[in-house]
């Protein structure tokens, strides 16, 4: 059945990948003029980059894992996406960027790379899509070098179980918050980036995650917690109703910033443990 779901999510993927290449969401045409995508959260809490090897998980077509590069960088991306990692290397190659990409599942990755870094990286948007967070956190571990850095920035568990925000302006919890054996089913208009694009892939499946799994899977993986921050803010817009602010984050309409969207965290491997 997990292959049905793969199937799904792969063919939305692959589809939502030719549609943002051309979207103002991402702005390639900034990008390739020298645009960074990295936000302000990630730049400033992950910090210094310079000589560092970064491993970038489920890196979509490329562009903060290129943005980390121009950072001084050493990097790698990872997507399931064929389409996405075909237009992340060709972006590599027209702009110069020295960087590595690698089309595999978070699930096999251990047996199509190879080798650890100083940082592994992701962010917006990625855990959602996954059903197995025991697996991932072990990826995670598996990747980072002794004293090496994992950090995330991510959508609220929390803003994932509130109801449609465009039916229902009152901010209503209706669920799923906790993990379940199965995921949603989710029926797809358009994209994130373009909310009127015509898709064929309209079906996918999503899973939610609690914190108390995201953070429990990452101990149980031998990482330990650094820190964890939560913010009134998106980085996608949950419904049309959000508002788009001048610094490029979403927030609820009448200038609302009591509901958390998004958080943080960081955590470390030990420095004295052995491979």
């Known amino acids: ?95 110069d960027l020295p960087a590595t990409f690698v089309q595999s599942t978070i699930e096999e990755l251990d047996g199509n790379l190879s080798g650890d870094f100083d940082i592994v990286f992701t962010s917006y948007g990625a855990i959602e899509w996954l059903a197995d967070l025991d697996r991932w956190a072990s990826t995670i571990a598996h990747f980072l070098a002794p004293g090496g850095t994992f950090y995330m920035v991510e959508l609220h568990p929390l803003a994932h179980a509130l109801d449609d925000l465009d039916a229902h302006p009152e901010l209503r ?68 109703s959000m508002k788009r602010a001048a610094d490029g984050w979403y927030f609820l309409p009448g200038g609302r910033r009591d509901v958390p969207f998004l958080f943080s965290l960081k955590a470390t491997r030990p420095a004295h443990e052995e491979r």
């Open 1 to 95: 059945m997990l292959d049905e779901f793969l199937k799904a999510n792969l063919g939305l993927w692959n589809e939502w990948t030719e549609i943002h290449e051309t979207s103002a969401f991402y702005d390639l045409e900034g990008f390739r003029a020298g645009h960074s995508s990295l936000r302000p959260i990630e730049r400033d809490e992950l910090g210094e980059v310079t000589g560092k090897r970064l491993l970038h998980l489920q890196c979509h077509f490329g562009l903060d894992t290129l943005s980390w590069a121009r950072l001084g960088a050493t990097v790698t991306g990872v997507d399931f996406s064929s389409k996405a990692i075909e237009l992340a290397r060709s972006l590599a190659a027209e702009l």
């Open 173 to 240: 919890v209706v669920g799923p918050y906790f993990p379940a054996s199965r995921p949603r089913r989710l029926r797809i208009h358009g994209s994130y980036a373009d909310p009127d694009a015509h898709i064929e892939n309209d079906v996918a499946y999503g899973w939610s995650h609690s914190f108390a799994e995201i953070l429990n899977s990452l101990i149980g993986a031998g990482l330990r917690l650094e820190y964890l921050h939560e913010f009134p803010c998106s980085a996608v817009p949950f419904s049309r």
